[in-house]
């Protein structure tokens, strides 16, 4: 398991991290709470081998501004399960 440190995020810092990624599986855990534009956006788009994301991997978010979490798991066809 893996955690991305950050619980304040600044606009656009994870936009498309692991953007195609098709060898991943599950997600890091993020437990970021203020989310500013495009922090998530793209973040797992086209991973297309992830299964699994529950609402243990992320946090609740308290403060979500813009575009946070747009298209973050766009295409991703294998996707069972998603957070709430």
């Known amino acids: 398991m893996h955690i991305l440190p950050?619980?304040?995020?600044s606009e656009g810092c994870y936009y498309g991290m692991f953007y195609g990624c098709t060898n991943l599986s599950?997600?890091?855990i993020l437990p970021a709470t203020e989310i500013l534009a495009d922090s998530?956006?793209?973040?797992?788009?086209?991973?297309?081998?992830?299964?699994s994301v529950?609402?243990?991997?992320?946090?609740?978010?308290?403060s979500v501004q813009g575009y946070g979490y747009a298209q973050?798991?766009?295409?991703c066809k294998s996707l069972e399960t998603a957070p709430a």
């Open 6 to 9: 950050s619980t304040s995020l």
């Open 26 to 28: 599950e997600i890091p």
């Open 40 to 51: 998530y956006s793209s973040m797992f788009r086209n991973c297309i081998n992830l299964k």
């Open 54 to 62: 529950t609402n243990d991997d992320m946090a609740v978010a308290t």
């Open 72 to 75: 973050m798991f766009k295409n």
